[in-house]
């Protein structure tokens, strides 16, 4: 009879609308632990009745987005977070003073806030450049480049013949030997990109106890009697990404970076949530003002542990005024809605 996909029409309906929000960017939902595809929607979208409307309008409707590579800013540092916790190099006393050289360069935090004295939980919390760039030169730049690896960062996703997402880009290991490189990797700058599915299978390991799993959208194929076969594209895969007590540990971060940190504006009230914000700078310019990407990630919880993953990007805009931290809120009160108990 057909192809199966992984989304739910119930949820892709409501993603679809809550997207509307985004003007260009894109949301992926996926279920723990199997990191199967629940929704998935691109913006600007368009009516598949009028294809030649779409090919000629502005924003590129035609093209997912979600699909696509950006520099996904802060979301990153928990790559390196995961790094610091799997060596044993984790900073407890670091002091923030709201920049730092590296290389000559000089790195700021967003705004040029200094942050103080702060552990990991802190740098989380708070989104702290400084933190993370400082780890990274303690730790060098393999460690973090290998759990990128772990995480299915720079390796592409195929799903059927013709239908695969970007690979997105990791900088080679000579290159994060340059100190000014290290500096920007390690908070989600420079070179690398990553897809919007790619953070959201990141998180989803994370939230799955370590264990990394592919994104799957094709369920299988379908006979005339709805029999399902299954089937299982050739780029899956489930592995261990980082340990249980990595997981857990991050998992316990992102859930205070929600309640009291960056992510609090994406929280919705009476759910336990984990979220990590990021704003990746872009260096394309519209007059005076910088494009940036900014972007929602994290996972929503119920009694049994955490159940979904949402990544929210709204791409190129010098200011999203909230709408990829409402966007994310109302898919996740959507989700919980639908399939959650309290």
């Known amino acids: 009879g057909g192809v199966a996909l992984t989304l739910d029409a119930a949820l892709q309906q409501r993603v679809q609308q809550a997207a509307q929000q985004l003007g260009e960017g894109a949301v992926a939902v996926t279920e723990c632990p199997s990191c199967e595809i629940r929704a998935l929607a ?7 009745a009028d294809i030649g409307a779409a090919a000629q309008a502005e924003g590129s409707p035609l093209v997912n987005r979600a699909f696509c ?41 967003i705004d040029g806030t200094a942050h103080g ?13 400084c933190y993370f760039i400082s780890t990274a030169r303690a730790l060098g730049g393999q460690p973090v480049l290998s759990m990128a690896y772990n995480l299915g960062f720079g390796a592409k996703q195929e799903f059927g013949r013709g239908l695969r997402t970007q690979p997105g880009v990791l900088p080679e290991g000579a290159a994060l030997e340059n100190v ?9 700058q420079g070179e690398l990109t990553t897809t919007p599915l790619q953070l959201c299978a990141m998180m989803n390991a994370i939230a799955s106890g370590g264990v990394y799993s592919t994104p799957k959208l094709i369920a299988g194929l379908v006979d005339g009697e709805g029999q399902l076969t ?46 990590k914000t990021g704003t990746a700078q872009t260096g394309v310019r519209a007059g005076n003002e910088e494009l940036l990407h900014f972007w929602y990630c994290g996972y929503i919880s119920d009694s ?20 990829a931290a409402q966007v994310f809120k109302q898919v996740l009160e959507d989700v919980a809605e639908l399939y959650l108990q309290p």
């Open 69 to 109: 590579a950006y520099a996904p800013g802060s979301v990153f540092k928990l790559v390196t977070a995961a790094a610091a916790l799997e060596s044993g190099q984790v900073q407890d006393d670091f002091s923030c003073t709201g920049s730092l050289n590296a290389g000559g360069l000089v790195f700021h935090c």
């Open 180 to 188: 000014r490189a290290l500096g920007n990797f390690a908070f989600g």
């Open 230 to 275: 299954p089937s299982n594209p050739v780029t899956d895969k489930s592995v261990e990404g980082m340990l249980p007590a990595t997981a857990g540990q991050l998992r316990s971060y992102l859930d205070i970076a929600a309640e009291n940190g960056t992510g609090r504006p994406g929280k919705p009230e009476g759910w336990t949530v984990g979220i």
């Open 304 to 323: 049994s542990g955490p159940r979904y993953c949402v990544t929210v990007l709204r791409e190129s805009t010098p200011d999203d005024e909230g709408a």
């Open 42 to 48: 691109s913006m600007p979208d368009f009516s598949p």
């Open 117 to 129: 004295e702060l552990g990991l939980q802190g740098a989380i919390e708070k989104s702290c450049n």
